[in-house]
């Protein structure tokens, strides 16, 4: 199962992250955010070891997703040494995701 990113472990798990992050934001009250889900959890079990994958549920982390400017869901942030390097908002079929977390590992 995908990463459970919060406000408190967010810094440890993403920003601290030596390898890639893919890091979805969502809320249970979004369709499309069910779209991605799944694709979001195949990923996670496809990269193991080679990336972090991990999901912010915005109503839960208001924090999180205020520092970095979410303002429509599903956002998808893509993550390297710490800083955001490339994001898909809106829902995207799962090569999108997967290009974009490629790219970074290059």
Request: one cysteine or more; aromatic letters at 8%; a negative charge.
């Amino acid at each position: 199962m995908a990463i459970e990113l919060t406000d408190a472990n967010f810094e440890e798990q993403v920003l601290k992250s030596d390898k890639p992050v893919l890091v979805d934001f969502w809320a249970e009250w979004c369709g499309p955010c069910r779209m991605v889900g799944p694709v979001v959890e195949e990923l996670h079990n496809e990269y193991e070891g080679k990336a972090i994958v991990g999901k912010v549920n915005v109503d839960h982390n208001p924090e999180v997703s205020a520092k970095f400017g979410i303002r429509n869901i599903p956002t998808v942030l893509f993550f390297k040494n710490g800083e955001v390097v490339d994001k898909q908002v809106g829902a995207a079929p799962k090569s999108a995701y997967a290009s974009k977390l490629d790219a970074q590992m290059a």
